[in-house]
């Protein structure tokens, strides 16, 4: 059996390129098809790649493409279907906002599509509005034609697979398609236990990700909050942080161990989250999660087992979690334990197990017709 992996872009190394480390880690000869491949975007992270087949579309050859991308997205269309992937039995796809599940098999050539989600600016999620009238009408422009092809692309796929049931329910609403959950790999640490020292937030500093209620809740009530990670936000959430929040950028695997180990919480204010694997790490460390209720993260953390979640996108919502937070005590066992149910060993099993099913399925003879 012959398998390609599709990738949107290398640019940035998240939760998306670890889901596909784990994929290529089980099927290790597959060549991964991608849009571009930006090394110096990567930085070191570029080095996990370092041995791997990858073929890159044309986009690779367009000047800075790397920070032109979503301004080309017109082009999306013509970057998936230049690539020839003629030659494979199975194609697994993953894709979110741009679109790599669009590449062109051959009608026996099974593709599986892992859906990270399907591209929130093109599905009425809430995204920073353009600083021009023109960039708005451009984007509303292209916007409306990438929603008529992706839809149209989405009939390409044979199975879908998506990170949590908050996916799967916008792949039946936006697609029309129904989708197997199969909660992204974890590297789950599976010990450890909370500190006392400071509240922690960990991932990129995006509008989406709402750190400044974060920012704003600890210092209304007067809670040091270490900020890991970095982003688009930064400058401005530096701003409006006082000194009692520490901004530490972005650290090895290496470190986090001992930023765990420190913190009292994870604060997650991120709206509308597709999963959320980092609070899932968070617990794998012993260490609790106060979450805004919206998205996955309902699916991973358990309401005052391993965590705590606030109703509203506020600071006065988010500091009343924090005060209920404090007057209880959370279990570090209990918060291991649900993190291992979302570890590499079971997404990477549970997987396989779908491929081997659905490519067996794809080879059985086609009925005969009645008489």
Aim: hydrophobic residues 40%.
């Amino acid at each position: 059996m012959k398998v390609a992996l599709v990738h949107d872009y290398l640019k940035e190394f998240g939760g998306a390129e670890r889901v596909l480390e784990v994929l290529h880690r089980l099927w290790p000869e597959a060549p991964v098809f991608t849009a571009f491949f930006d090394r110096q975007a990567l930085g070191p992270a570029a080095e996990r790649f370092a041995d791997w087949d990858i073929r890159t579309s044309f986009a690779q050859r367009l000047p800075a493409i790397g920070r032109r991308h979503h301004t080309l997205r017109f082009l999306i269309p013509y970057f998936w279907e230049s690539l020839d992937l003629s030659g494979f039995d199975l194609v697994i796809s993953s894709s979110s906002g741009y679109l790599s599940k669009s590449v062109l098999t051959r009608p026996e050539t099974l593709h599986i599509c892992y859906c990270h989600t399907p591209p929130r600016y093109l599905w009425g999620y809430a995204q920073p509005a353009a600083a021009s009238w023109y960039r708005r009408a451009y984007e509303l422009w292209v916007n409306t034609g990438l929603r008529q092809y992706d839809f149209a692309a989405s009939q390409r796929v044979d199975r879908f697979v998506a990170n949590s049931h908050a996916v799967a329910r916008r792949i039946a609403k936006f697609y029309g398609k129904s989708a197997q959950v199969i909660p992204p790999p974890v590297r789950v640490h599976g010990g450890g236990r909370a500190g006392d020292e400071y509240y922690l937030y960990v991932g990129r500093l995006s509008r989406p990700k709402q750190v400044d209620l974060a920012i704003r809740a600890c210092e209304q009530l007067n809670r040091p909050l270490w900020i890991v990670g970095s982003g688009q936000e930064e400058a401005r959430l530096r701003a409006l942080a006082g000194p009692g929040v520490r901004f530490l950028g972005n650290l090895p695997d290496e470190r986090m161990a001992e930023i765990y180990a420190g913190a009292k919480a994870l604060l997650f204010p991120c709206a509308h989250e597709d999963f959320g694997i980092v609070p899932v790490e968070a617990m794998g460390h012993g260490v609790p999660v106060i979450a805004l209720d919206q998205g996955g993260v309902r699916e991973s953390v358990v309401e005052g087992r391993t965590g705590l979640f606030f109703a509203e996108a506020s600071p006065a919502s988010l500091c009343a979690a924090i005060e209920r937070f404090e007057a209880h005590h959370f279990s570090a066992r209990a918060c291991i334990e649900r993190a291992g149910q979302f570890s590499e060993a079971v997404f990477s099993r549970r997987f396989e197990q779908l491929v081997e099913s659905e490519f067996n399925v794809s080879r059985l003879p086609a009925s005969p017709l009645p008489l």
